[in-house]
Every structure is written in structure tokens, then in C-alpha cells.
């Protein structure tokens, strides 16, 4: 049964969509090569999904023990598949029919060698937004690294939030934010600021970058022409909502080339339109090297 309904994989994908209860899918395996001082999440996100989004079928299943299986929890139980039976689903992603971002990454790491991380992900359908779901990855230590030994996904549904609906407005914002910070990439410039608010406000690393909407805009402006760009990528985002749902507030963990930073933001609900009205980027500093940083400022 499990087979014959894999192989309708672009059914299951309407179905699914029109809320069939059936559900099914495998990706946002969290790909990692690990070593004995530990893990770099943030590479090891990267180039999972530079391998599943390529759809390399060699690269992806290297990092899967050889017995190891993939499992789907749903309505009607349990349903697990061979590593071999995954390879239609990669073809889709080498074709770019499907594309798949980590949106949060949560780590639980134990000393015996064991290592169970959630990975929150927004999966795509040929550039648009389908759903959200979590992958619940078990990692075990093999000789001087890791290598993942099972891996259980299942789709976020709204069932599982509170009476406000938070969980079903927290997807499709984590889903415009995503598109937000890709519009930039992609040197979409009407996208990326017609997202914004009249009174957007955006707030840089540098002390003078206090940007008002046209102010902001007039700097971008030729970056976009140029084609000369930043390309931010979200490693984690945590979401808050007022009490009437028409306010959200966020963290995020940003991988950019000045390493690791961190976002902040305000959106609000216009109308029935969500869209950002503050922005506030900022670089990270240990404690202990903020002296030097001091310095390093006044010279």
C-alpha cells in the first residue's frame, strides 16, 4: 500500500493540498558530517540542502547508514520506506519541481553519541509555497563522525495549534519571510519593498544605517541594478503574535557573509495582507572579545 501510494506522488501532492488526511512526504533530511569536537549546524543545513535541492542521489544517501530507514507518522500510523524508494522524490528536486528551507533548527544532543534534531521546514512546489512540516532526525556516532540511522517526518497542520489559529499564521509568515529575504537574492526589487509598510523602518549594522522605506530604497536601488546583492539565509526563527492576531513580532539566526547575525522584525496584518514595518539587523560579538572590539571602533 505504501508503495502504490508513493509512486502517485503528484496526487498525494493535490490531495494533500485539499486537506485528504493521507499524508506523506520525505524531505529536510538534516545532512551531517560530523567530528568529534561537534557540530557546525549551520554548514551542515547548508549543504543538505544543497544536496537535496540538487536531488544528487549519491551525495544525500552518503549520509545515511546503510540500514537506515525513513518513516512517516500520520493519520492511519506508522509507514516507513527504503532509502532505494526515495530516489522518484529526489528526481523532483534535481527537475526543480520541489524545493524545500529549514526554517528552525532545534538540537538535542546526548553524551552516549546519540543526537535527535527537529528541523522545521517550508516545502515549495514549482517556486510556491505548499506547507510546513518537521523532520525529527536521529544521528549516531560512527567511528570519528556521524551518520544518520532514522529519520521521521510528518506534516504541521493547523490542528495542532491553539484557538487563535498561531500556528497556521506563523507558516505563512515564515513563508513571506523567506520570500522577503530571496526577493533580494533574486534582485526582485518591487517584491522587496512593496512588502514593506509606509513606514518601514530598517535599522543596519553600521551606526549611521537608520533607513526610512525611500530612504532604504534609494540605497538598495543600484545593488539591484548591479546585480550585486546579499544573499541572506535563515538558520532559525522564533514567532510571537498579539492577542488579536494582527501583529507579529520575530528572531531569526541569519547566515550571511559576515558570518552569523541576527534579525529582528515587527509585521502587521493590513487589511487581510501581512507586511513588515521594522527590520533591524544586527553582527554578533562574544562577551569575551568585546573589548578589542572597543578598540577596534575608535580607531
Given amino acids: 500500500m505504501f508503495l502504490n501510494y508513493f509512486s502517485r506522488m503528484d496526487n498525494w501532492l493535490i490531495f494533500k493540498l485539499n ?50 530507514r525513513l518513516y512517516h507518522l500520520g493519520d492511519e500510523g506508522l509507514e516507513m520506506i527504503e532509502l532505494a524508494d526515495f530516489v522518484p522524490v529526489l528526481k523532483k528536486f534535481r527537475n526543480k519541481e520541489y524545493r524545500e528551507d529549514f526554517t528552525k533548527i532545534e538540537v538535542r544532543e546526548l553524551e552516549t553519541g546519540l543526537t535527535h534534531v527537529d528541523v522545521h521546514f517550508s516545502f515549495y512546489i514549482n ?12 544521528w549516531v556516532k ?5 551518520r544518520i540511522a532514522n529519520l521521521y517526518t510528518g506534516v504541521l497542520k493547523p490542528k495542532f495549534a491553539s484557538a487563535t489559529g498561531q500556528a497556521s499564521t506563523t507558516i505563512h509568515l515564515d513563508s513571506l519571510m523567506n520570500k522577503w529575504h530571496n526577493d533580494v537574492a533574486t534582485f526582485a526589487f518591487d517584491d522587496y519593498f512593496n512588502f514593506m509598510t509606509s513606514g518601514f523602518i530598517f535599522l543596519g549594522t553600521d551606526p549611521s544605517e537608520r533607513w526610512t522605506k525611500d530612504q532604504f530604497s534609494e540605497f538598495c536601488q543600484p545593488y539591484f541594478e548591479k546585480k550585486s546583492t546579499w544573499d541572506f539565509k535563515t538558520n532559525w526563527r522564533n514567532w510571537y503574535l498579539s ?9 531569526e539566526s541569519l547566515a550571511t557573509w559576515m ?41
Wanted: with cysteine; net charge negative.
Fill in 243 to 251: 492577542e488579536n492576531g494582527d501583529v507579529a513580532w520575530f528572531e
Fill in 19 to 68: 486537506g485528504v488526511k493521507k499524508q506523506f512526504v520525505l524531505i529536510g533530511c538534516l545532512i551531517l558530517s560530523g567530528s568529534a569536537l561537534g557540530f557546525d549546524f549551520s554548514e551542515a543545513t547548508a549543504q543538505m540542502q544543497n544536496d537535496l535541492n540538487r536531488g544528487d542521489s549519491a551525495s544525500f544517501f552518503a549520509h545515511f547508514l546503510p540500514d537506515a
Fill in 127 to 138: 517556486e510556491t509555497f505548499a506547507f510546513a512540516g518537521i523532520d525529527h532526525v536521529i
Fill in 259 to 299: 558570518d552569523e547575525c541576527r534579525g529582528s522584525g515587527v509585521l502587521i496584518n493590513e487589511n487581510g495582507t501581512w507586511k513588515i514595518a521594522h527590520y533591524n539587523l544586527s553582527v554578533l560579538i562574544e562577551n569575551e572579545k568585546v573589548d578589542k572590539f572597543i578598540k577596534l571602533r575608535k580607531k
Fill in 142 to 146: 560512527e567511528n570519528a563522525g556521524y
